[in-house]
């Protein structure tokens, strides 16, 4: 594969049948696959093998798709560009030369190719949405809390979830549907007032309010901007009235997205030791110097960079200073999300402030990197459904993509809204 | 331990071995090189962490309840799918490093 979408090609076939028979789909390399390796994207779990299916494989399974391959990613899902993968960077298929975005880059990547009719990823801080942007495709993250996280490797599980990248919305959503609804084996996922889905992709938002947070537009690439306008007229044209709102709290979402998601890190990754699973090294002696140098080995530099920050965040004297001061800004966040969409069906920005980087371009400085992820992270801390949908390109042929974000379990707004953008 | 400190910009300084003293408590190895770069960037993050301050504080809503169930044994990993990852078992156990 020349585009280096898959870290594992494989043929798993569905059962007879089903909502999917005849789909190809590929898997992030975080979620579980029986007897199928699942790395990470990292070094660390080049030969884990998983002893069962997280329930999300279990469901496209019994829907009767086909898994095709395990999707490249950032390691440990880390990362905006899937160029922290071990396993090499993946071209973007609809900008060649240029990245995938992430961290479900690869997902998004054969989705474009038209490698796999579908995908699953995950988005802990956009990492669905943004690779749907960058590629051109459509991707879903849903309200925490609708898809069981039962066998997705963690990395922060309080912000969280996985969702579906397909072609279109009405894909995306059929996707959404096969793998919604409540787990006994994840404690945190709810029983949603709807299940039904795809039905909500018919594209009439006659009479929908949108609402249109000015933060997120601030500061964004002019052309990006252009097409969100295009978009927005669009919709009006459909019958949508839009107004603008103000959300002060996401000036500080991507600084406390941060934060959170480095502490749950620099916790769920203490557990890759070596000694039940994972690269070893073959140390002996004393187990925390053991440990230290198999960890050294075995994970990279952006996996590094924030299981330190996490530890730093979290230990002794400075919780106060920033894990409950990122715990402030998420409450706050949560809010403000709150108050806009009391006015409004769904709020709408584009996805990513900037289009894709050039491969190579933007590895040096992790503090930009971060930056670009200030329009997705808020949804995230707000535990809300988003969705990203292709709005045309940038005057250098480069893909933009469109956020609509809803009410909690309005996943349906946010299909209606995203379908209605032809 | 030596100590981030605010700088005269108000900034957040990080030297190389506050970031070898994390790396202990996160029981990461690094080497020379990646010490001296995380020092640079973690001050360049820490700063904009920084920015949280500004935020005031918020009563979060009170919407978490204890949702409890019967502790049932149900059926689970047999002991060889446990520990097929393991680079070293003994009697059906993980095996760690050896101490001396």
């Known amino acids: 594969m020349p585009s280096n979408g898959y870290i594992t090609e494989t043929t798993i076939e569905g059962a007879e049948g089903g909502p999917l028979a005849g789909k190809t789909i590929a898997i992030k390399d975080n979620i579980s696959t029986e007897g199928v390796r699942t790395t990470c994207g990292s070094a660390m779990l080049e030969e884990y093998v998983p002893p069962y299916d997280a329930t999300v494989v279990e469901r496209v399974k019994e829907a009767g798709a086909t898994i095709n391959g395990k999707a490249n990613m950032d390691e440990f899902g880390m990362g905006t560009t899937t160029e922290t993968s071990a396993f090499g960077p993946t071209d973007n298929p609809a900008a060649p030369g240029h990245v995938p975005g992430g961290s479900s880059g690869g997902s998004a990547a054969v989705v474009a190719a038209g490698d796999a009719d579908l995908a699953l990823g995950s988005d802990t801080g956009g990492s669905v949405r943004c690779p749907a942007a960058f590629c051109g495709v459509v991707g879903i993250k849903p309200t925490y809390g609708l898809v069981s996280r039962y066998g997705l490797v963690a990395y922060a599980n309080s912000l969280e979830q996985i969702g579906p990248l397909a072609p279109t919305v009405e894909e995306a959503a059929e996707l959404l549907e096969v793998i919604a609804g409540p787990d006994e084996r994840d404690g945190t996922t709810r029983e949603p007032p709807v299940e039904e889905f795809a039905d909500a992709a018919d594209g009439d938002v006659d009479g929908f309010d949108i609402g249109i947070p000015t933060e997120l537009l601030d500061g964004a690439d002019e052309d990006v901007v252009a097409r969100f306008w295009e978009a927005m007229d669009e919709l009006e044209a459909a019958g949508a009235s839009t107004h603008e709102v103000s959300l002060p709290s996401v000036e500080h979402a991507v600084e406390a997205y941060y934060v959170i998601a480095m502490s749950e890190a620099s916790s769920n990754l203490a557990r890759f030791d070596g000694v039940r699973y994972g690269v070893s090294g073959g140390y002996d002696g004393n187990w925390n110097d053991a440990f230290a140098r198999a960890r050294e080995e075995g994970f990279g530099e952006e996996v590094k960079r924030r299981i330190l920050l996490g530890t730093y965040a979290l230990s002794a004297g400075y919780q106060d200073k920033y894990y409950k001061k990122a715990q402030d800004a998420r409450a706050w966040v949560a809010q403000d999300f709150d108050e806009a969409l009391a006015d409004a069906d769904v709020l709408a920005s584009p996805t990513m402030p900037v289009p894709p980087f050039e491969l190579g371009e933007s590895l040096d400085d992790p503090l930009q990197m971060y930056l670009a992820d200030a329009n997705t992270t808020p949804v995230n801390l707000a535990n809300l459904p988003a969705i990203s949908v292709p709005a045309g390109e940038t005057s250098d042929g480069l893909p933009v993509g469109v956020q609509f974000i809803g009410p909690s379990f309005g996943e349906r707004a946010i299909i209606r809204a995203g379908s209605a953008l032809s | ?100």
Do not use: C, W, Y
């Not at chain 2, 030596?2 to 108000?10: I, L, R």
């Not at chain 2, 904009?48 to 005031?56: I, N, Q, R, S």
């Open chain 2, 1 to 100: 331990m030596s100590d981030a400190s605010a700088d005269s910009d108000g900034d957040t300084a990080v030297d190389p071995e506050t970031v070898e003293h994390i790396a202990g408590l996160a029981r990461v190895d690094l080497d020379e090189d990646e010490r001296e770069r995380f020092a640079e960037q973690f001050s360049d993050i820490l700063s904009a962490f920084e920015t949280l301050d500004a935020v005031p504080e918020i009563e979060p809503e009170p919407d978490l309840t204890n949702v409890m169930r019967p502790d049932e044994v149900t059926e689970s990993l047999d002991t060889e799918d446990a520990l097929r990852n393991a680079s070293e078992t003994e009697d059906g156990q993980f095996k760690g490093p050896r101490v001396s």
